[in-house]
C-alpha cells in the first residue's frame, strides 16, 4: 500500500465545475505539497502547508493533520486546469526531509 | 530570471558507460533534490540535500550518486548506467523551515534512455 494516496485517478468536468482532489497519507508528516504537471512535462508547485487552508487565486488547498488528509479545491475550472496534480508529503527523518509522492490525479476539462 | 537549469536535456548511452546529470539553481535556495518519473509508478525521489555537504537518501538511491560541494550545484551521477535506469529525471530546489511561503522549484526535465 503507497504511503500517499489519491483520488480519484482520473476526472474528467465541464468548463465552471468544481473540482475537488483528494490526498491521504498514512505516516507522520512535517509539510505536504500540491504539483502540477502540465501536458508538456513541466512541473510547478502549487502549494505547501503544514496546517489549515491556502487559497491562490481560483485554487484552494486545506489540510487536516489529525485525519491525515488533503484536499485541493478549483473553482470555476478552466480548459488550462487540465493537467496532473500530485500530492507529495514531506517525511522527517532526523532533520531530513524526504518527499514522498502520490501518483497524481488526471484533470481534464472540457470546454 | 529564477530557475533551475538541468543538462543534457535529453541523453541515449549505453549500459555501464558513466554519465553525470548536471543541476543549477540561482535562487540561493538550501534545498536541492533529484526525482524520476515512470509510467505507472508517478514520480519517486532519489536523494536529497538540505545544505551543503548535507545529502540523504530518497525512495530510489539505489544505482545513483550525488555531491553538493556549493549551494548552487547538485549533480546526479550514474556511475554504471543499466536499462532500468531509462527514465524522465528532475531536479528541483526550493526553501524549507523559512516561513509560509515554503515551496519547489522544477527543472525541465531530462530525458535518459539507456541501451
Known amino acids: 500500500k503507497n504511503e500517499v494516496e489519491q483520488s480519484p485517478q482520473n476526472l474528467t468536468a465541464q468548463e465552471g465545475e468544481f473540482i475537488t482532489i483528494n490526498c491521504s497519507y498514512s505516516?507522520?508528516?512535517?509539510?505536504l505539497h500540491w504539483l502540477q504537471q502540465h501536458p508538456g512535462g513541466g512541473i510547478v508547485s502549487l502549494f505547501m502547508l503544514s496546517s489549515g487552508k491556502k487559497k491562490h487565486g481560483r485554487l484552494i488547498a486545506t489540510i487536516n493533520i489529525q485525519e491525515k488528509h488533503s484536499s485541493l479545491h478549483i473553482t470555476a475550472s478552466h480548459p488550462r486546469d487540465s493537467a496532473v496534480y500530485i500530492c507529495a508529503v514531506y517525511i522527517s527523518n532526523f532533520g531530513n526531509e524526504k518527499l514522498t509522492f502520490g501518483t497524481g490525479t488526471r484533470l481534464t476539462i472540457i470546454p | 530570471e529564477a530557475q533551475v537549469t538541468q543538462n543534457p536535456r535529453y541523453l541515449i548511452t549505453v549500459t555501464g558507460k558513466k554519465l553525470t546529470v548536471t543541476c543549477s539553481q540561482n535562487?540561493?535556495?538550501?534545498?536541492m533534490s533529484w526525482y524520476r518519473q515512470d509510467p505507472g509508478l508517478g514520480l519517486r525521489q532519489i536523494y536529497y540535500s538540505m545544505n551543503v555537504e548535507v545529502t540523504d537518501k530518497g525512495d530510489v538511491p539505489e544505482g545513483y550518486k550525488v555531491s553538493r560541494k556549493e549551494k548552487r550545484n547538485f549533480p546526479l551521477i550514474l556511475e554504471s548506467p543499466s536499462p532500468n535506469q531509462t527514465s524522465l529525471y528532475f531536479c528541483a530546489s526550493g526553501t524549507w523551515g523559512k516561513d509560509d511561503t515554503d515551496t519547489q522549484y522544477f527543472g525541465p526535465g531530462t530525458r535518459l534512455t539507456v541501451l
Open positions: 535562487m540561493n535556495h538550501e534545498y
Open positions: 505516516v507522520g508528516i512535517s509539510a
